[in-house]
């Protein structure tokens, strides 16, 4: 997210992009990169965004957010949280597992998340929300571009040009600008680097079906 971003838009769209599924999801934001102007405002509108979700059985009514998909996953994200608190990481919701049974995981937001923690360079498929701040447009690029992952990317600022100019820098194979929901039937889905070849859906998923013939004649 850029300093020049709807702040009320940005914190929806983020919560989106994070949250789909309970961020058990392929698209789902890992990292969340904002300037270092907003950061801190930006944070505390999540938090209080992450505040309003309920936690428990997802077949119960008013139930956002329900298990993960089982226990190990669950302790795998609190180590993850664990490392980067130990790094400087500062816990801004959740961060903590829950007593009782069942695979529960609390929506999290952590702040001042050190570049090299250990969440920075895993996919963490749960409720957890990193926030690194960033100095400039160069410096937010590379920060994204520094993982062996390339599936999807979440853009937020209100300068069009700046949008076109990074989406092309991103090595993702799909960006979303001011939306944190970009999957579409008639979208092709797909990465790059470790997160895959080949696209599925729309035409470019088609053509992984189809065999074409290629018919030579000569002009003479």
Known sequence: MFED???DKAVVEVTAAKMRNMGEACTAANRILVHESVAEEFGQRLTER????TVGNGLEDGVDVGPMIDQASSDRL???VDNAVAGGARVLIGGELPEG???FYPPTVLADVPRDAELTCTELFGPVAPIITFTDEDD???IANDTEYGLAGYLMTNDLARAMRVSRKLEIGMVGINSGIISDVAAPLGG???SGLG???GILGIDEFLEYKYTFIPNE
Request: aromatic share 10%.
């Open 101 to 103: 049974p069942g695979s």
């Open 192 to 194: 790059v680097k470790a």
């Open 140 to 142: 937010a690029i590379a």
């Open 199 to 201: 696209r599925e859906g």
């Open 50 to 53: 992450f505040a309003q979700f």
């Open 78 to 80: 609190q180590g993850l």
């Open 5 to 7: 971003a709807d702040l």
